[in-house]
């Protein structure tokens, strides 16, 4: 027969699943010899067996173990349960696997009944106590067990005048029990106990503990754990006392023990917040020796679990007992700091403090975020949490209106239905963007999280009238200039102005990033194209760049009136006109990027998305811009008309677009030469420039597109009479690329997975409507997670992997990166460390996590290594 109780001698920390957080620390304290009251275990499987029976009662065979570890536990302490002149009282409480305080409460003085009550009176010399007592433990039973509201009882009396007011209190406090529950008050200590035990079984399924569970992710199938504990009486004399303390602060992370502490109470008293306790610091003046007693056991304790412990004291009568003790919770600043601190003492190793960050810390030290109680108001609406971080502020719906309410100095929230290039100026004096539709990968999102500008998208259930300046909700109406707040973190929108918790910049986040540095072995690089961009990304740690989208580069007013201009040009002359102006522009682009970046590698990807993308389909607006133009407007109808298509991200992009109008990346790769070579002698470094190529599918249309570089790379330099060297490389973004991988790398310099169009392609999902039916896949499990935000291993990993191992046999020296969204997901990097793979690439904002998680890959994969 399985065994269903432990001794506190019999088991041990690692226990938890078995005996639940609390018993398994309390074994663990046991046995390292320290003051802890005498007690057993009932374990989680007794629970689950319980909870498992039709008709809910205790087996005989647990009835019987119970009854067995409550005689050992006389036989330890000398005192008997129930009858007798020195009676065992003991404390019932819950335990489960991880810490649930929507659980049962604890039930004190068990054991305690109309005789146990004088012998108890008599030992202690204190009637008054031991009353007390019974009036306490009757009004816990009838709480915890029944859920009759401990104010019945009304509040327990300090003591009386009259020797016979006692018997009368009990006797009332019992009627009160009996009329509540229709039972008398158990008098028999086995019969308190068992019922006890079954209450907290069964409250392993009341409502709020579901709902915790729910929420916190705990699964339903753990069941709790009971700890039986002989009592410790905190609340026995003046010299009595309890509380808790934490070996560090655990808001700020700061060495020094920190917490508080009653004299004459019961741990239920500062819980209650019935007395105001002291800070921990006055009890060295009022009981030197326990206080140096308390903080040595704290420190061994903390030493021993290598980590911060959150522990719970009694002292009864001078003596000092630990009844609880676990790795304390913690804000993320001082989870950081504390992670740090311990390595520095040699407590934990490098491997150790990173792996006890994680990411989410991460993220929330960064960004602003709600505060808790701010978070407790309901959402108006919720979308996909494209970029992290919390805004308030103004609703504008157009980004022209975005751009003169800022001027006015409001501050700004831009709600669009989608957003396009020509929103760029509105984003970028926005505190946040909000879009009724589209996805991840959307515009709005990766242009948002490149500006670092918190931002939700896809909210489906807000129905945007631009130009009437309304959108609709379920329950009602946002207005231009309403008031909302944004939570970039969880895609939550709510009514009005919520309380900020600013961003932390932390110092020691930084050291410990540096520390993750050195263990990983693939480089985090960042996705920028802007000088402020590319600075973000370099001080949050980015080794390079790996995707600078050089189509970004063409959104302001002036440059987007030339790219209109080269489109639409109907001579040849207006068009190299149009090409001579972009070129300069982004010839200036160019330099600015190689003086901010000095020698780091860059990664310049020629225009990708489809012309038709630079101008507007409404026809008043494109007779504006042919007028602006001076252009015949039916012409530019026309040939807009002409340029649009059917299913754009399939269309005429990237490389397409490359061989059907070669001037245009012949231009960039001049800008790009012209501008590194410039630098180069200006600031006497040797810059390579690293072009790539976007959207490849054949060997022959990569080649045909690096020729013509190659061609006017090899003119400049004639003309110049210089050199550099450079790299030409292509993004491996289409399927077809990855199973032609080998024969790719023996033409490309480098490679760069852009997982974006990849999982787009592979599924055959569209990337900007996906978000209308993912959330349905994911809810019926066919897919595990949205493949845009965290990789399909299983099948875009699979090409991967192919095309990586593939190219790399091909050519060795062939590097490989990973610049779409999941470039900067902790559990994307975790697969991507199993591949060869130099680097992954990410917006500025993620460096810091994706730092992280390459250590943490890098240690894993170590470890995986070694076991093999
Ligand atoms: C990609 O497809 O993953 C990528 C990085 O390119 P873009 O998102 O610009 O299409
Ligand atoms: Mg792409």
Redesign the pocket.
């Known amino acids: 027969m399985t065994k269903l109780t432990y001794r506190f001698q019999e088991g041990k920390k690692e226990w938890k699943d078995l005996l639940g957080g609390k018993g398994a620390n309390l074994c663990e304290m046991t046995n390292l010899d320290l003051p802890v009251p005498n007690g057993f275990i009932i374990s989680t499987d007794a629970c689950k067996n319980y909870l498992a029976q039709e008709e809910k009662t205790l087996s005989k065979g647990l009835i019987a173990e119970i009854n067995f570890q409550v005689k050992e536990l006389e036989t330890l302490t000398n005192k008997s349960f129930g009858i007798g002149l020195n009676p065992l009282l003991v404390s019932v409480r819950s335990g489960a696997k991880y810490s649930m305080p929507g659980m049962m409460d604890t039930i004190l003085n068990l054991g305690l009944n109309d005789e146990t009550v004088y012998a108890l009176a008599e030992i202690t010399q204190n009637k008054d106590f031991a009353f007390q007592c019974y009036c306490r433990f009757i009004q816990m039973f009838a709480d915890v067990v029944y859920n009759i509201p401990a104010e019945n009882f009304g509040a327990i009396p300090t003591g009386t005048k009259e020797k016979s007011d006692w018997e009368n209190i009990i006797s009332n406090y019992q009627k009160i029990f009996a009329r509540a529950t229709g039972r008398k008050f158990p008098q028999d200590a086995f019969e308190q106990l068992q019922i006890a035990v079954e209450a907290v079984f069964s409250s392993w399924n009341n409502q709020r503990a579901k709902v915790y569970r729910r929420i916190h992710n705990i699964s339903d199938n753990l069941g709790t754990a009971v700890t039986i504990q002989q009592m410790v009486f905190g609340n026995y004399s003046e010299n009595s006392g309890t509380g808790v303390m934490f070996t560090r602060n655990p808001a700020t992370g700061e060495k020094g023990v920190y917490g508080e502490y009653l004299l004459k109470a019961q741990g239920e008293d500062i819980v209650a917040g019935i007395k105001t306790p002291e800070p921990i610091c006055t009890l060295q003046e009022k009981m030197p020796d326990v206080y140096a007693e308390l903080i040595e056991i704290a420190m061994q304790l903390e030493k021993h679990y290598c980590d911060m412990q959150d522990v719970e004291f009694t002292i009864e009568a001078g003596k000092l007992y630990m009844l609880q003790t676990r790795n304390g919770k913690r804000t993320p600043q001082a989870a950081v700091a504390i992670a740090y601190d311990l390595m520095k003492e040699g407590v934990i190793s490098e491997e150790t403090l990173i792996n006890r960050l994680d990411e989410e810390m991460i993220a929330q030290l960064m960004h602003p975020s709600f505060t808790n109680d701010a978070k407790k108001k309901a959402a108006i609406v919720r979308g996909l949490p494209a970029s992290p971080g919390a805004a308030v502020g103004q609703v504008a719906f157009t980004a022209k209106a975005a751009k003169e309410m800022s001027d006015k100095g409001s501050q700004v929230i831009l709600v669009r239905n989608e957003t396009s290039p020509e929103d760029i100026e509105g984003m970028s004096v926005s505190e946040a963007i909000v879009t009724a539709r589209g996805g991840m ?1 959307s515009h709005a999102a ?1 242009v948002a999280r490149g500006m670092g500008v918190c931002c939700v998208v896809g909210c489906e259930d807000l129905q945007v009238d631009e130009e009437k300046g309304v959108a609709n909700f379920t329950n009602g109406i946002l207005k231009t200039g309403d008031f909302i707040s944004v939570d970039g973190s969880s895609g939550r929108i709510y009514l009005g102005q919520l309380a900020l918790n600013e961003a932390e910049t932390s110092a020691v986040l930084e050291k410990v990033l540096k520390i993750c540095d050195a263990h990983a072995t693939m480089a985090v690089y960042g996705n920028a194209e802007t000088p402020r961009e590319i600075k973000e990304a370099l001080l949050k740690g980015a080794k390079g760049i790996g ?1 600078a ?1 050089t189509e970004h580069m063409f959104f302001q007013k002036e440059r987007l009136k030339m790219m209109r201009e080269l489109i639409l040009a109907d001579d040849r002359s207006r068009m190299d006109e149009a090409l001579v102006y972009i070129k300069e522009k982004q010839k200036s682009d160019f330099r600015q990027m190689y003086q901010i970046l000095g020698k780091l590698p860059c990664t310049i990807r020629l225009l ?1 998305p489809p012309l038709h993308e630079f101008l507007p389909q409404d026809r008043s607006e494109l007779r504006a811009i042919a007028k602006e133009l001076n252009l015949n407007g039916q012409e530019v109808i026309a040939k807009v008309k002409s340029l649009a298509e059917v299913n754009p991200m399939l269309g005429l992009r990237g490389v397409r677009l490359g061989i059907t109008c070669p001037e245009i990346y012949q231009m960039q790769v001049a800008a790009i030469m012209e501008a590194a070579l410039e630098i180069s002698a200006q600031e006497k470094i040797t810059i390579t420039p690293h072009i790539m190529i ?1 959207l490849v599918g054949t060997v022959k249309e990569f080649r045909i597109v690096k020729d013509s570089c190659q061609e006017v790379i090899n003119g400049l330099f004639e003309k110049t009479g210089t050199n550099l060297p450079f790299e030409i490389g292509t ?1 491996i ?1 289409i399927p077809r690329a990855c199973l032609i991988a080998d024969q790719l790398a023996a033409v490309a310099d480098f490679f760069s997975f ?5 999982t787009q392609l592979t599924y055959g999902y569209s990337r900007d409507d996906a978000h209308k039916f993912l959330p349905t896949y994911t809810h019926q499990e066919i897919l595990p997670s949205d493949p845009f935000q965290h990789l399909d291993q299983e099948g875009v990993g699979k090409l991967m992997r192919f095309a990586s191992e593939n190219g790399k046999q091909e050519k060795e020296s062939l590097s490989v990166g990973v ?3 999941v470039g900067g997901d902790p559990a994307s990097i975790a697969f991507i460390q199993t591949l060869p793979v130099d680097y992954v690439s990410c917006s500025p904002f993620r460096i810091p996590n994706a730092r992280l998680a390459c250590a943490k890959a890098a240690i894993a994969n170590k470890k995986q290594l070694i076991k093999l």
């Not at 852009?754 to 990849?758: E, F, R, S, V």
């Open positions: 990968t990766v995707l989208r990708d976007p993004m973004e852009g997982t974006n169009d990849l610049c779409g969204e």
